[in-house]
């Protein structure tokens, strides 16, 4: 690619873990240079969180995920020269982002208020659990923590399971694009104003908008969503909307209307109900639905649900996927060697710009691996 | 001053994915226009769900629509047309999300419209890219998360592939657009060029799952594997879940099981000492936990985890949630009005700037609602008719 969009932008990224960390890689995905600002000796925990107990060398695969196409520079915050290395840092950059509890940068004068002293056009992104106010801010900002506080456990599963959560980090996820959304339209505002901004997102808040269709629709109804009894798959929805057994695997059946659905499954059972009904009687024709569908293979009731258009997929796990075409054609993996010579496979940017993908060769850092190269190009420090 | 006051968007997309990206541009300050087909409009006006509807339209419809202009046109029309290509002469984003190909029949395909405007971004959302087999077929979030791997998840080891219930597929499309539309926005202030930007609902969720798809990738690919009983992550390490209590229900993240054992006077979890078998016995232990947090309430649970920094959670439904004072001293509800005067409590915007939130009170638009505003704004006025000429 020639230019990449956000080629020239400097960030730095006091963040750990996910949130902060997944913004900061599609940033740096997008083409902005984006240096790690981490602790000696330790660096991002995130360096030490493994899932699967899957190593790549001193940190974790997973940490080598999310960082990779960053640099690493060690400071100790608490410790004044390196303060002040860090302080002419921010000076040079466009963006800083932080997810540490309220309170933890203003303690060590890298507040708002302190950085715009230092830069006044700073983007300055923070990441709290919870908001800055409030009983809840000093509560840890986790993941499945924030989906069961935030109502989002009662629409995954069906009506008499226990709440289930998402089995990805979702709050994490959606916190860091809203956080890459703030920056970049304050860094466009900037462009005409010159003025920095404080860009503030919540794990919390950020799990409320993604169920805004579901807060809107209690808050119309002052009923509670009820997630269907049998084949859950989403709680506003009506039958067939759901994932269904066949004698050999599983299929998706979105909006579909009743009618039909019977026809084209030659169902004569379900011939009995219609569009009005499929909301409320919805158990009763996923129950009816279900137990015709588990007579035949997934294949056969595709080709007859694709033969009337009608919305239905296969469901497949990553095995099946990647040896599909329809996989292998998005180009979605890319090889990257890290420092220590090893090759990781990870996925690359989602976003394309001008019809191209955006791939990133380098590795995830080691830990304060680009201090003395930044202290003498950024800083101008003889070493 | 809002950051993207003065940006025009032109935005062709329906349902959820393309709106949602438009909604939050809206929110932070854009003229947001709706183009929609004259007479029916976005189908997702007509997309009911569950028997909630407000002014006979779907509840959803107003939901990912305020904050924006309608403007009706048959793009079939070559009048019409002609209109809809001078708003977008002026605009500054173009979003559309329709199936590969419609576009192009209806001539306002990426190298028309950059011939009409070079400096526009272009941003198209599709199902499954613009190549390869599947991408004709509908860009549907259940089915993209049926095919994508994501149902292997959710839920317990002998359920059935479980789909996240709300429309992740759609919202994350919608994230990765707008990230894209104001990475190319930013990127024009320093060159003077348009960009064409797209995203499919594949490669979005498929980039959501990249943690654990590098799993797969690298570790011999290993499908995932969901806990037997309370499971929370597929890669995760006991007592990561959800569990029964008395009279309710308590999330548990990432613990140390002996310190639980201590707290919770669960003697059995003792044993657990070797950190290796909060992974590879994580079933064992998280039925004996589970049986254990059954005899208490959750209150009292976390009257012991808490003090301790364990990360538990009580788990709350909107009933429970909206009670607490964490949730309303967000202020996170925002009322809007319909052109028609009624009164609908829905979400606001969740970033901050400059430590204020965005409360624009403005509803979803009726159809067609803005033709005659817009048509002024753009200079899409016939001349009336002169006296001298009659």
């Known amino acids: 690619m020639s230019r990449l969009p956000l080629q020239g932008l400097l960030v730095l990224e006091f963040s750990q873990y996910l949130s902060g960390p997944s913004a900061g890689l599609r ?189 809107t629709t209690y808050h119309s109804s002052g009923k509670l969503p009820k997630r269907s009894n049998v084949n859950n798959g989403h709680p506003l929805l009506h039958a067939p909307y759901g994932i269904y057994a066949t004698t050999d695997g599983h299929i998706a059946i979105a909006m579909v209307d009743i009618n039909q659905l019977a026809k084209a499954i030659g169902c004569n059972e379900l011939m009995a109900y219609d569009q009005k009904v499929a909301f409320s009687l919805r158990d009763e024709i996923k129950t009816v639905l279900a137990k015709h569908l588990s007579t035949q293979s997934a294949a056969y009731w595709l080709e007859k649900l694709h033969a009337k258009d009608l919305w239905a997929m296969e469901v497949l796990d990553w095995e099946r996927l990647t040896k599909l075409e329809a996989y292998k054609c998005l180009q979605m993996e890319q090889t990257i060697t890290t420092t220590q010579g090893k090759n990781i496979t990870t996925t690359r940017c989602p976003i394309r710009i001008n019809g191209e993908r955006i791939f990133s060769p380098k590795p995830a850092p080691q830990l304060g691996e680009h201090t003395e190269a930044i202290n003498r190009e950024l800083i101008g420090r003889k070493v | 001053m809002k950051p993207l006051q003065d940006i025009i968007v032109v935005d062709f997309s329906q349902f959820l994915s393309g709106p949602s990206a438009g909604l939050r541009l809206a929110d932070m300050g854009a003229q947001v226009i709706k183009i929609e087909r004259t007479g029916i409009g976005d189908i997702c006006r007509q997309l009911y769900v569950s028997n909630v509807m407000i002014e006979g339209e779907s509840t959803i419809f107003h939901a990912i629509n305020r904050n924006k202009q309608s403007y009706a046109a048959d793009l079939k029309n070559a009048e019409d047309l002609e209109k809809v290509k001078k708003i977008i002469a002026q605009a500054d984003v173009l979003m559309h999300n329709f199936r590969p190909g419609v576009m192009e029949r209806l001539g306002l395909d990426y190298e028309t419209v950059k011939a009409i405007n070079p400096q526009i971004v272009y941003a198209e959302v599709s199902g499954y890219g613009n190549e390869g087999p599947w991408k004709d077929l509908p860009g549907q979030d259940l089915l993209l998360q049926a095919v994508s791997g994501l149902t292997w998840l959710s839920s317990n080891r002998s359920d059935s592939p479980t789909p996240m219930g709300v429309a992740v597929v759609d919202i994350l499309a919608g994230t990765h657009i707008a990230q894209g539309i104001l990475a190319a926005l930013l990127q024009r202030t320093i060159t003077n060029e348009g960009s064409l930007v797209q995203v499919s609902m594949l490669e979005s969720i498929l980039d959501f799952q990249f943690e654990v798809l590098t799993c797969f990738y690298n570790d011999g690919r290993e499908l995932p594997v969901r806990s037997e009983i309370n499971n929370g992550h597929a890669y995760l390490s006991a007592p990561y879940g959800i569990y029964k209590t008395a009279d309710g229900y308590l999330a548990l993240a990432m613990g140390n099981i002996t310190q639980l054992a201590t707290l919770l006077q669960c003697h059995p979890l003792r044993n657990f000492t070797n950190t290796a078998e909060w992974f590879e016995k994580r079933d064992e232990i998280k039925t004996i936990l589970a049986n254990h947090l059954l005899a208490r309430d959750t209150d009292a649970w976390l009257a012991v985890l808490e003090p301790a920094d364990i990360w538990c959670a009580k788990v709350l439904d909107y009933d429970t949630l909206v009670q607490e004072n964490g949730y309303q001293m967000l202020n996170m509800e925002l009322k809007v009005k319909t052109s028609n005067g009624l009164s609908i409590t829905t979400t606001r915007c969740p970033i901050r700037i400059d430590g204020e939130i965005f409360t624009s009170g403005i509803g979803a638009p009726l159809l067609g609602e803005h033709n005659e505003q817009i048509e002024e704004q753009f200079g899409l006025k016939k001349e009336p008719i002169s006296d001298y000429e009659v």
């Open chain 1, 27 to 215: 940033l740096a995905d997008l083409g902005a240079r984006v240096i790690k600002v981490e602790r000696p000796q330790t660096g991002d925990a995130g360096r030490r969180l493994s899932i699967k107990n899957l190593w790549t060398d001193d940190s974790s695969m997973l940490f080598h995920t999310i960082n990779r196409n960053k640099e690493s520079y060690t400071a100790d915050l608490k410790n004044a020269d390196d303060l002040a290395l860090v302080k002419k840092l921010i000076e040079k950059a466009d963006v800083l982002t932080h997810n540490f509890r309220p309170g933890i940068m203003e303690k060590v004068g890298l507040g708002y208020s302190e950085v715009i002293k230092l830069n006044s056009r700073i983007i300055y992104g923070a990441i709290s659990g919870y908001g800055k106010e409030g009983p809840w801010k000093n509560r840890p900002g986790q993941d499945l923590l924030l989906q069961s506080m935030s109502g989002l456990a009662y629409t995954t599963g069906n009506a008499k399971d226990n709440p289930m959560p998402f089995g990805l980090a979702i709050a994490d996820n959606l916190c860091g694009s809203q956080l890459v959304q703030g920056i970049l339209s304050a860094l466009i505002r900037r462009h005409k104003t010159g003025t920095g901004a404080l860009i503030e997102v919540s794990l919390l808040e950020s799990l409320l908008d993604f169920q805004f269709e579901l807060l």
